[in-house]
């Protein structure tokens, strides 16, 4: 939250900082539990334990999942750290083009087709409006229906804001689902398991930050179409 003045509200401070040192402190916990467990592993030369393997296994496994958790408990802290006064100009479509070289692999693997109209450059955080589209688009992917995935990225222009939406062709969601997707850890039922449910909530604090909002659609006929708003500052 912000106060009259426009300053960030001291207490989204204080979480902020406090999550992101317990991220550290637990990441620093879990390298050592992770390392000893994959020694035992490679070591145990000789050893004879009925099911020590697949113990060790889920111990590993274990802590790579933790460690995604601490992934996505420090991104959201971030999230809560924008500075409005650092923001910059940023041309959106050279953005997109980044994130879908990153996404290259996981979008052939889905035979997936993404497309998009005409984007403007706004002002913002580069590397968090970059979070933004990423994680919009892996939900596309990771939420995908029995045909390959096809998403597209829409922009309108509004009278004080760009109108923004990542749209699918995934199986949608049930209307009270629509506004529980953005809590944090929120589990959506008839979603295949996947994550640990901090994605689209940070999606929604980054775009909060920027002077924005974000919701969900999800039309009887099918498909998802995530919606954001971000004030035009720039020009297309």
């Known amino acids: 939250m912000r106060d009259e003045g426009g300053q960030k509200d ?8 406090f999550l992101f040192r317990l991220c550290h402190d637990l990441r ?24 020590l393997d697949e113990r060790l296994g889920q111990i590993v496994q274990g802590t ?8 996505g408990v420090a991104s959201y802290s971030i999230a809560l750290q924008i500075d409005p006064g650092s923001f910059q100009p940023v041309p959106l479509a050279v953005l997109i083009r980044t994130v879908l ?7 052939r693997a889905d035979e997936a087709k993404v497309t ?22 892996r939900n596309a992917l ?16 509004q009278e004080n804001e760009w109108l923004f939406a990542v749209r699918d062709n995934g199986p949608g969601l049930k209307p009270e689902s629509l506004e529980k997707i953005f809590e944090p850890f929120a589990r959506v ?21 920027h002077g924005g909002r974000m919701w969900a ?8 179409a995530i919606l954001f708003t971000l004030p035009a500052e720039g020009e297309t």
């Open 10 to 17: 001291g207490n989204d401070l204080d979480w902020s900082a």
């Open 64 to 71: 790579q999942k933790i460690d995604l958790l601490a992934d």
């Open 217 to 224: 659609e999800s039309p009887p006929g099918g498909g998802t």
């Open 116 to 137: 998009y109209d005409r984007l403007p450059r706004v002002s913002g955080d580069p590397d968090r409006l970059m979070e933004v589209f990423e994680k919009l688009l």
């Open 101 to 107: 070289a990153k996404l290259d692999r996981e979008i």
């Open 142 to 157: 990771r939420h995908r229906g029995a045909e390959a995935p096809r998403i597209h990225i829409t922009v309108q222009g």
């Open 189 to 209: 039922h008839g979603q295949r398991p996947a994550g640990i449910g901090l994605g689209l909530a940070t999606c929604h604090k980054i775009v909060e930050r």
């Open 28 to 51: 620093s916990a879990l390298r050592s539990v992770r390392t000893e467990a994959e020694l035992i592993l490679r070591d145990r030369t000789g050893v004879q334990v009925p099911g």
